[in-house]
Each structure stands twice: as C-alpha cells, then as structure tokens.
C-alpha cells in the first residue's frame, strides 16, 4: 500500500502541473483561452449565460483544469497513471470517481466537453466511447461499437456506472487523451 503524500502522489501533482503548463503556454499564444486549475468557480462565457441562467457554483465538478474557448468550456480529468494496473479497466475508472464525476459534470453542463488525461492509455475510451461518440439511437451505438467485448464494456459500464442498464446519454460529452 503506497504511503500517502509518497512518490506516487508527488508524480501525480507533477504530472497535473506539466499538463496545466502545456495550457498556459497554449493560452499565452491565443487570447481567446481561458485557463483555470483548481478551479472552484469560473467566468460563464458570455455566449452561454446569455443562452441559460447558471449559477456559477454548479458549474464546475470536474475541477483539475477548465478551459474556456469561443463560449465552449472543458474539464479535464488529470490522472497521472491508473492505480496498480497498466490500463486503466471500467473498475479502476469506478473506483478512482472518473465516471461518476464526468456523469456529475455532465449532467451539470451537458454542452461541456470532458477530457480525461492519462499516462496509462484507457481502451474504454479511446475505443468504445469513441466509436459511439455520435450516435443517434441505441441501434446506432450498438452497430457503430462492433464487437461484442466493445459491446460488453459499453454495458458493463452503464450498469456499474449508474445501477440501470440503459444510459440516458451518449458517449459524446467524453473523451480522453493518453499523454
């Protein structure tokens, strides 16, 4: 059992802070981005609040970093490695909170993106999420995710994610990048 405040977590904050670096630098070289880590509470972009009324506490959820960009906002999801494993599995996404709280975020700004970033690559999203990232209809996701371990995992994530078997939303509101 690693010790708290060990290697494991100072990897991980410096992980965390090379990736906000990388958006900074981004954000120093295009005026229109806006970055926020940590973030507790952001600026609406004026697009968006002119669109619905939010209250800026029950925007943010998701909080390693915030961009906002052309009235879009994005979460990002900072994990250094996936916990004693080489990929990250729909249990270790479960058990770390990554998909209870992109389905908090989403459920809170449905027309955010949410970015999940990770050392350890995550077939769940690289593969499953992106096949059925545009479908229209349950039909749709079932033939665009293919094969049947595809299929599986695509279930077995919404069973264990949210107790039911039909997901009320399409994989589209998530994403993630191996780094």
């Avoid at 209870?100 to 970033?117: C, E, S």
């Amino acid at each position: 059992m690693p010790n708290r405040g060990g290697s494991g977590t100072i990897a991980g904050i410096e992980f965390q802070l090379w990736f906000t670096a990388t958006k900074l630098a981004d954000a120093f070289f295009d005026e229109s981005l806006s970055v926020h880590p940590e973030a507790d509470v952001i600026d609406i972009p004026e697009g968006l609040a002119k669109e619905k009324i939010i209250l800026k506490e029950q925007l943010v959820y998701v909080n390693d970093l915030v961009t906002t960009k052309d009235y879009k906002v994005t979460h990002y999801n900072l994990k250094y490695v996936g916990p004693d494993v080489a990929t990250w599995t729909v249990n270790a996404l479960l058990r770390e909170k990554v998909l209870h709280d992109f389905l908090v975020q989403h459920k809170r700004t449905p027309d955010a993106r949410l970015i999940f970033v990770s050392q350890s690559p995550c077939p769940l999203f690289q593969q499953v999420f992106h096949r059925a990232a545009n479908a229209r209809s349950v039909n749709e996701i079932k033939q665009k995710l293919g094969s049947e371990k595809n299929r599986n995992a695509w279930a077995s994530v919404k069973l264990k994610s949210t107790g039911r078997k039909s997901l009320p939303l399409s994989p589209a509101w998530i994403s993630s990048r191996n780094v």
